[in-house]
């Protein structure tokens, strides 16, 4: 009786016991695409996302016309004369209004005392690092993949090596347009400050551009 009942039920009803024998398929969505390529370390972090807006969110930097480019040139060969001083004049400056910093700076992280610091050996290396990557971008102004090199590896490396937040990248830039400013005011007239900002804007976006490379994760916001 039972085995008739169940066979007069197939047969009105077929769709029933094709649903229970036969589960549908899953959403499109589930479904798990066969990769040719590795899995990225990003995705499988749940970092892909960040890194792709952080891509998002950084505005190409404004390109400097032939004219500014001569600007930085000449200026820049004025500045370079006195090459230490001001390298050491704007880090000083940096690290006294930004004291956060130093932290990064085994030798000097504890001094407060701005001519205590100028006599630091560390942060004078720093200064000159500073000005001879500077210098090897203005003098690379014309092969925009030697400055993208260049700042690269400086970017790489205070990523990668020393940790450093890229938010001081910005500060230290505008730290470096009030120092040259202030320490040649014949030559900054509105017109070369124009340019050397834009120059900072460069240097700022391709230092971010090699963060992102490595996948820089924001860790902090609260740094200064
Ligand atoms: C225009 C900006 C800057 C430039 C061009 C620059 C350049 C350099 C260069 C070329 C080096 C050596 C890199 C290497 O080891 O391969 C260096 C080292 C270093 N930089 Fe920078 N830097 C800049 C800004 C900063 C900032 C904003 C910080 C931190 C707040 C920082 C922290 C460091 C530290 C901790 C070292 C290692 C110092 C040591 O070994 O004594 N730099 N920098």
Same mark, same amino acid.
């Given at each position: ?12 009803? @077929? ?8 589960? @549908? ?28 807006? =952080? ?7 404004? @390109? ?45 992280? #504890? ?94 976006? #391709? ?13 902090? =916001?609260?740094?200064?």
């Amino acid at each position: 009786m039972h085995a008739l009942c169940s066979l007069a039920l197939r047969i009105c009803c @077929p769709f029933l016991f094709h649903r229970r024998s036969a589960p @549908p398929p899953p959403p499109q969505s589930a479904v798990i695409p066969s990769r040719s390529v590795p899995v990225s370390p990003w995705r499988a972090c749940g970092m892909e996302k960040e890194r792709e807006d =952080s891509d998002t969110e950084r505005e190409r930097a404004e @390109p400097l016309s032939d004219t500014e480019r001569a600007i930085v040139q000449d200026t820049w060969a004025r500045v370079y004369e006195s090459c230490e001083d001001v390298g050491v004049a704007i880090l000083v400056r940096f690290f006294v209004n930004f004291p956060s910093a130093k932290q990064y700076f085994s030798q000097f992280q #504890h001094m407060d005392d701005p001519e205590e610091m100028e006599r630091s050996t560390q942060l004078r290396k720093h200064a000159r690092r500073v000005m001879n990557a500077i210098n090897s971008v203005v003098e690379n102004l014309h092969d925009p993949d030697k400055v993208s090199s260049v700042l690269g590896i400086v970017g790489k490396a205070h990523a990668l090596k020393y940790k450093v937040e890229p938010m001081y990248f910005k500060i230290i830039s505008g730290v470096i347009l009030e120092v040259l400013g202030e320490d040649f005011p014949d030559y900054f007239t509105p017109e070369v400050t124009t340019a050397w900002t834009k120059l900072m804007g460069a240097l700022y976006w #391709h230092i971010t551009g090699a963060y992102a490379e490595v996948g820089w994760v924001k860790l902090s =916001s609260s740094a200064v």
